[in-house]
Structures are given as C-alpha cells and as structure tokens.
C-alpha cells in the first residue's frame, strides 16, 4: 500500500519539482549567450547536441568537439542555420591529449578570426562512453581494461581539454566551467555500470577540488558547475531501456529540458545542478551541509570577551545601543580587537543591522560583500517567483570582515556604484562595467548572477 501511494505521488512530485526548477532556472537569462564563444566536447548526439542547439539559437559561437567527423558536421550545419555566431565541426578523442591540444588551438583561431579575440566564454565537458554490463567476478582480471579504458576517455578525457584550455579562461573575465557528472557518481547502480559510475565519481570530486585551488588562489574566474544528471532521455538512455530495464523509464526527462537547465545553471555560476529533482533528493546530504551554511541566524553574534562567551543581539538592535554598551563593559578589549571602530562605522551610516529576507523593495542592482551572503539573496530571489519579470543583478565584493579591509572594499564598491551610474541600459553594459571594475580590483573576487523579481 506503501508504494501504492508513493506511485501516485510521483507525478505531483515531478510537477513540483518542474515549477521549481522554472522558476529558479528562468529562460530569461539564456539571452545571456549571445555572441558567447563555447566549445561542447561530446557534441555530436545526446545532450552535447541538444547543447549545441540551444547555443546557436541564442546567438553563440559554439565549437562542438566528438569522435565522428560525419554526425560532427550535420550539427554544425543545423547549428547555422538555428542562428548561431559561427559553428566549427571539430573532431578529436578526448583520450588522446594531442587531440585535445588541437581542438583548444583550432577553437582559439576561430574565436579570434570571428570575434577579434581568442577567448573562451564557456567549455562544456560533456563526452562519455557508457558501459550498462556487471562486473565480471568469474574472471576478474577481464574487467581491468574495461576500466582503464573508460577513464582514459570519461575522465582523463576531461582533463586533456581543461589542461589544454584552462590558462586561456583564467584569463578571460566570466569565464565557466562545465563538468557533466552522474548520479551514479554517488549512488551507482549496484549491478551494472560500476566501471562508468568510477569515472563520474572521479569527475564529481576532481571538479570539486578544482574549484577550491581556484578560490584558494583567489581566481575569480573561471567558475566551476557540475552537473549531477539522473535519467535524462538520450539515445543511451532508450538503449538501456530496450535491454529491459524499465527503473527510470517513468523518472527521465528530456534532453532538450537538461540542456536549458544545464546553460542557465552555468550563468548563474551554480555550483552544482541536481536534475531531474530526484537526483537532488539521492544528494540530500549535500544540501543538508550547504542549506545549514546559508541560514541567517535570528540573532546578530559579536566578539565577546571569550569564543564561548559571545555577544548576542537581536537583528534590528540599534548600532548606538550596541556601541554603548560595549564600550561601557571593556572599552580597552572591543577597542583592540577592532569592534568599536567597525560599530562607530556602521553607526555613521544606518540605523540597526537588517535581514535581507524581510526587504520588500524591488532593486535594479543588489551588492553582497561575502559569498555566503551572495548565494542566499540568489536563493531567496529565486524562491520568490518572478511576479514583476524585472532583471537584478546580484553582485558580491568579497571583502574580509575588518576594519582596513572593509574601508578599502567600501572604495572598490563605490567605484563599482559609479560605473553602474554611469550606464544607460544596465542590462547591455553590465558585463563590461564588471569587466572594467575588475580591471582596477583585481583583488576583489568578484562574483554575478541577474535572477528576476
């Protein structure tokens, strides 16, 4: 009876799920990819395809990468005529390092003989062997190759490309990374694909850690999005559902769907995309962890006289109070510890502390100073629908919690302000504002998205 209910409690799941996910993930922001220079490895079929048509729609140079030449070229050619930039049928292995060295070169003149400049906006690594078969535990050794083989192509695959392309995106402002993960990655299937499933974990972690040396470098670009996919409906997929198994036959969602989600994922520098909203439950442990980091306490924590010993203010506690009654109980202690500078600072400029969830204000820009802070007023965009379809841009400075630091960042972010002022059409010019400021505040990591109110 158990599963009865939950049978029927699927397609209302899904439903939610899919409201959710359009609300969050907007169409609108695929205007974005207008003349955006992409290359897709694993072009020619499935979601590499679908990629690629979905760029050349919204106005992309789109460089698509696969093994067949053929199934290369008859992409490239429906690409022209959906509307892309340019299109270039570029065939490489990714197993074969000087492939890949050729694709980055070949891509790079054709991105600057298009555009004037060699850059890369965006690289989309997508390609992949799927092995669907059990291990063979009669004859073990029999599944070495296998394994080797598909790593050499699933993920050492991956690498090939991103080694060969990764100094030309550090360089190029707004630059993205796109890594298609599984869900097998963390939850495999048990008797089949145990090979394939190796691969995605492989590439799930590795993407990780790529991200973390980039912010431990203070690289503010490019930025990393995995893209952990559940039963998406590819050629691959209907294979396997032919062979019989009919688990996710009911779960799948569209290839065309997935690579809308998957762009926009990436414009909004997502750190990961769960799709379809099943994979996000399997990887409830990962949201438990970032949910708890993006909860903004009820309660405004200060520096006390010991770490267990802090000060505790409700939000909304005016900065004169605080200030007072601070340097009324050890002058000499928040004085050396820089909290009586920061707290006559924040005096001079507003009245309390606020919290952003309780602001009803419709604004064209909205400026964070801290990363945490940046991806919980996305969050809470997001979860407020698109009632007005209004653009705004959330931008994060991110500025150490200091007296010095705070003063230098407060001059960056008035420049920023100015540069904003400055602008006609915000929407059109706000890459290039961002681009201008980082110029002059390299320092400063920067980070954007445009949701909608």
């Known amino acids: 009876m158990v599963w009865l209910w939950l049978l029927l409690l699927l397609p209302v799941l899904y439903a939610i799920s ?32 679908k990629l690629a048509y979905c760029l050349a729609q919204h106005g992309a ?9 053929d199934k290369l070229n008859q992409v490239a050619e429906k690409c022209q005529a959906l509307g892309s930039a340019s299109a270039l049928a570029v065939r ?9 060295k050729q694709l980055i070169m070949s891509a790079r003149k054709h991105f600057e003989a298009q555009t004037g400049d060699a850059a890369i906006d965006m690289l989309i690594l997508n390609h992949c062997v799927g092995v669907w078969n059990a291990m063979d535990l009669d004859n073990p050794e029999s599944n070495i190759e296998l394994s080797r083989q598909l790593m050499d192509i699933n993920y050492f ?12 995106l550090l360089n190029t402002p707004r630059s993205h990374v796109v890594a298609i993960s599984s869900v097998c990655s963390f939850s495999p299937v048990p008797s089949k694909a145990h090979a394939y499933a ?3 974990a492989a590439i799930t972690n590795y993407f990780h ?10 690289k503010t670009y490019p930025s990393v999005t995995i893209c952990v996919l559940g039963a998406i409906k590819t050629d691959y997929f209907r294979t396997i559902m032919a062979e019989g198994d009919k688990t996710a036959s009911k779960l799948a969602v569209s290839d065309e769907i997935t690579a809308e989600m998957i762009l926009i994922a990436a414009l909004n520098r997502d750190e990961e995309l769960f799709f379809p909203w099943y994979v996000w439950i399997k990887a409830d442990y990962i949201h438990v962890n970032k949910m708890t980091r993006r909860l903004v306490s009820d309660m405004n924590n200060t520096v006390g006289p010991a770490i267990d010993k802090p000060n505790i203010y409700p939000f909304g506690t005016p900065y004169e109070q605080v200030y007072q009654e601070l340097k009324a109980k050890n002058p000499q202690l928040y004085t050396q510890n820089g909290l009586l500078n920061m707290l ?9 502390p606020q919290r952003w969830q309780e602001s009803k204000d419709v604004y064209d ?7 945490r802070c940046f991806d919980a007023v996305c969050e809470d965009l997001a979860n407020r629908g698109e009632s007005f379809n209004m653009p705004v841009h959330v931008i994060n400075v991110e500025i150490k919690d200091s007296h010095e630091d705070a003063t230098l960042g407060g001059r960056a972010i008035l420049q920023l302000a100015q540069l904003l002022e400055q602008s006609e059409n915000l929407d059109d010019d706000i890459e290039t504002i961002i681009e201008k400021f980082y110029e002059r505040n390299s320092s400063h990591a920067l980070l954007h998205a445009t949701t909608f109110y």
């Open 18 to 49: 899919y409201v959710h996910h359009r609300i969050r993930y907007s169409h609108g922001k695929l205007h974005q990819l207008v003349g955006k220079r992409v290359i897709i490895s694993g072009a020619s079929k499935g979601i590499g395809e």
């Open 61 to 69: 140079h789109v460089i698509i990468a696969a093994r067949s030449q």
């Open 92 to 100: 490489c292995d990714a197993a074969q390092e000087d492939d890949c």
């Open 157 to 168: 695959g991956y690498l090939n490309i991103l080694f060969h392309a990764l100094r030309t």
């Open 198 to 200: 190796a691969t995605k």
């Open 209 to 218: 850690s790529l991200r973390g040396q980039l912010r431990h470098a203070k």
């Open 344 to 352: 006559d600072r924040n005096r001079k400029i507003k009245l309390a």
């Open 365 to 371: 820009v909205i400026i964070t100073c801290e990363e």
